[in-house]
């Protein structure tokens, strides 16, 4: 879907303070699907450490800022990263508590981010080239988290998974839609080299690609209600997309290339209005809303 860009201007973006009740949540939360299952849930590995790692970029590059309205949305997406991170580390911990030990792969995650990709030792120009090196990346990652947002939103293979963690899922991929652009936005304000921008996105597709081939396996061979009956299959993956639970390889792929043109922008794809209208029926969200 298209989106217009006065649908751009007109959001304020804002953290919706959303809790939720893990308690009744089963391990196989899409039926009949333990797979599709864990590759969505390496979000809730991956994502805690990553989102806290665009929040403290986000908040180095502030005072960078030449642009009311840029810094204005700025703070709203450091806002709204750091309750994604939050949530998704509250579904880990739920998986934790049902026996399934994420802590290892969790500090993979945490020495990919705190550690390669963290804070160096350097001043002047040096540290603000390594800065928006890394919003570079933050920017490709956000082009995919952007489309798989509008994917999800539009999943409704997935409508029979459990509710609770469809809100989750479906909450945060309309806050990925709705600040789809504000990533793009500040790498082309403080930098935007094109070459940069290509080799960001020829470095994130790959690493993506890894971590969740990698989580998904990790899940299924540590999922204590598997007992190591099952693994993660390619056949698997390539049957969830043919059913619409999981994003087909050929739409993956076909996300790469509008990342490469040169009038590309964010805006030109997804829908915000459908991701305002998602956060106006939103469980999580309205609870949030009505508590704020």
């Known amino acids: 879907m298209s989106a217009q860009p006065h649908e751009q201007e007109q959001i304020v973006l804002h953290a919706r303070d959303v809790k939720f ?18 590759t969505l849930n390496v979000l809730h590995l991956a994502l805690p450490e990553g989102e806290r790692w665009f929040v403290e970029i986000f908040k180095q590059a502030v005072p960078l800022i030449k642009d009311d309205r840029l810094r204005e949305d700025v ?16 579904a880990a911990d739920h998986l934790d508590s049902r026996g ?23 001043t002047g120009k040096a540290r603000e080239e390594w800065l ?7 920017a490709a990652i956000e082009h995919y988290t952007a489309f798989l947002g509008q994917w999800m939103l539009d999943a409704h293979a997935l409508d029979h998974a459990d509710p609770t963690m469809l809100d989750l899922l479906r909450w945060h991929a309309a806050e990925e839609v709705e600040h789809r652009s504000v990533a793009f936005d500040l ?35 540590h999922d204590p209600e598997l007992r190591g ?10 049957r969830a997309g043919k059913r619409g639970t999981l994003p087909t390889t050929v739409a993956l792929l076909r996300e790469i290339w509008p990342y490469f043109k040169r009038s590309y922008h964010p805006s030109q794809t997804g829908s915000t209005d459908q991701a305002v209208a998602y956060l106006a029926s939103s469980p999580a969200a309205r609870a949030a809303e009505a508590a704020h």
């Open 21 to 38: 009740d893990w308690s009744s949540l089963p391990m196989h939360w899409v039926p009949g699907e333990p797979q599709t299952g864990h």
């Open 75 to 90: 703070l709203g997406f450091i806002g709204q990263e750091a309750m994604h991170a939050e949530a998704h580390a509250g």
């Open 100 to 122: 399934l030990d994420t802590k290892p792969f969790n500090r993979q995650m945490e020495w990919i981010f705190r550690k390669l990709l963290g804070d160096r030792e350097l």
């Open 132 to 138: 928006i090196e890394r919003l570079a990346a933050v």
């Open 187 to 221: 790498f082309q304000h403080l930098d935007g080299r094109y070459p940069r921008r290509i080799r960001s996105m020829l470095l994130v597709t790959p690493a993506l690609a890894w971590i969740f081939v990698r989580g998904t396996r990790y899940l299924m061979r």
């Open 229 to 238: 009956r099952a693994k993660a299959r390619w056949r698997d993956f390539f």
